[in-house]
């Protein structure tokens, strides 16, 4: 079992930024893919980004593209998603999952574990 705590969510106004953060514990170890994914009111759960422990390999969406920056530090088990240039369309929760292996999937069917989600709010 992995164990998913974010953290780092608030109110902020457009162009502003923020910093996420994902706490992981359990079972934890070099060979799993770690992803954030946002859902809005009346919206579908959508893929953000996702980084692999041991290589560092990233990937983005492309609505995020350009403005987030997803990192580890692998000594403190930590995943962190940096925003900036945020807009109101960004307002979501955002959730912290995790898949074991290496490949890198923006289906959220094909992570095993989750985070309790960290609200993000953006004011225009």
């Known amino acids: 079992q992995v164990q998913l705590v974010e953290s780092g969510g608030g109110l902020v106004q457009a162009g502003g930024s923020l910093r996420l953060s994902c706490a992981a514990s359990?079972?934890?170890?070099?060979?799993?893919?770690m992803g954030w994914f946002r859902q809005a009111p009346g919206k579908e759960r959508e893929f953000v980004a996702a980084?692999?422990?041991?290589?560092?390999?990233?990937h983005y969406a492309d609505s995020v593209k350009g403005r987030f920056t997803i990192s580890r530090d692998n000594a403190k088990n930590t995943v962190y998603l940096q925003m900036h240039s945020l807009k109101p369309e960004d307002t979501a929760v955002y959730y912290c999952?995790?898949?074991?292996?290496?490949?890198?999937?923006?289906?959220?069917?094909?992570?095993?574990?989750w985070g309790q989600g960290t609200q993000v709010s953006v004011s225009s």
């Open positions: 999952a995790a898949r074991p292996g290496e490949l890198i999937s923006i289906a959220r069917s094909n992570y095993n574990y």
């Open positions: 359990g079972r934890t170890g070099s060979r799993y893919v």
């Open positions: 980084i692999t422990w041991s290589r560092g390999s990233t």
